[in-house]
């Protein structure tokens, strides 16, 4: 179970912590459509795995920090938007609040799904102190130019385990293989297993699909997501 703290200017978030003495944190963002369905139940399961593998999580629900509702029209209704910017400072903030909890140990890993994995990697990119691991499931790179990650946040980024199916057609499977090409050009860790999620889709992209006909008819499924938790707590417990 998890417990609704604040922090920072009244920005709410979700609270998983574990029984253990100490332990690392992990920040984890939602995407797009904020907590809406399926994505609730996904990372919510996520988090409480996390917590069970005395990882304490929080996820902030960022988009307060603009008065931004969830969901394509809300978030990009006049293109890539400026707010990114204090989307991510709120997700710092996020971290800061997870790392002055008495108990953590001071490791910190920051976890994003879609549009929240590109906020997860900008944030990364310039915490201090360093994090640990940065996870990314089928983010979206269009607003991070290849220069930014080369000259900006090679410097600063830790290693990067990233999930993507291949039959995605909300986030293109091809911006991970290029996400994953330019961070191992610059120098950075990345663990990208291409095959892993090879008949995978984007979540709820099924059901995109009575609105948008051209998706591919595939979905992020219940054996996806236990795989990409196993991997995830693997490499977290690597890098933490």
């Not at 609040?97 to 976890?111: E, H, Q, S, W």
């Not at 929240?116 to 915490?127: H, I, K, V």
């Not at 199916?165 to 990208?192: H, M, P, T």
Request: overall charge negative.
């Amino acid at each position: 179970m998890s417990k609704l703290i604040t922090f920072g200017n009244g920005i709410t978030a979700d609270w998983y912590e574990p029984t253990t003495t100490t332990y690392p944190v992990a920040v984890v963002s939602y995407g797009t459509e904020g907590m809406n369905p399926p994505f609730d139940r996904l990372i919510d399961d996520y988090c409480l795995e996390l917590s069970k593998a005395e990882i304490a999580v929080i996820r902030p629900d960022y988009f307060k920090a603009t008065n931004t509702s969830p969901g394509m029209q809300g978030v990009f209704q006049s293109g890539p938007p400026s707010r990114f910017g204090d989307w991510v400072e709120a997700i710092k903030d996020a971290a800061k609040y997870g790392l002055g909890v008495p108990k953590a140990n001071g490791k910190l890993a920051f976890v994003g799904f879609s549009l929240g994995a590109n906020l997860a990697l900008r944030a990364a990119s310039d915490f201090a102190p360093k994090p640990s691991a940065v996870i990314d499931f089928f983010g979206p790179i269009e607003s991070i130019p290849q220069s930014e990650i080369s000259s900006v946040m090679a410097v600063q980024l830790p290693p990067v385990l990233v999930h993507h199916g291949k039959e995605d057609g909300i986030v293109k499977f091809s911006e991970s293989v290029e996400l994953d090409s330019w961070l191992k050009a610059a120098g950075v860790v990345c663990d990208f297993d291409r095959a892993a999620y090879s008949s995978s889709g984007h979540p709820g992209q099924k059901r995109a699909r009575e609105f948008l006909s051209h998706l591919p008819d595939a979905d992020w499924s219940v054996v996806d997501q236990q795989k990409s938790i196993t991997s995830s707590i693997a490499f977290l417990k690597k890098h933490l």
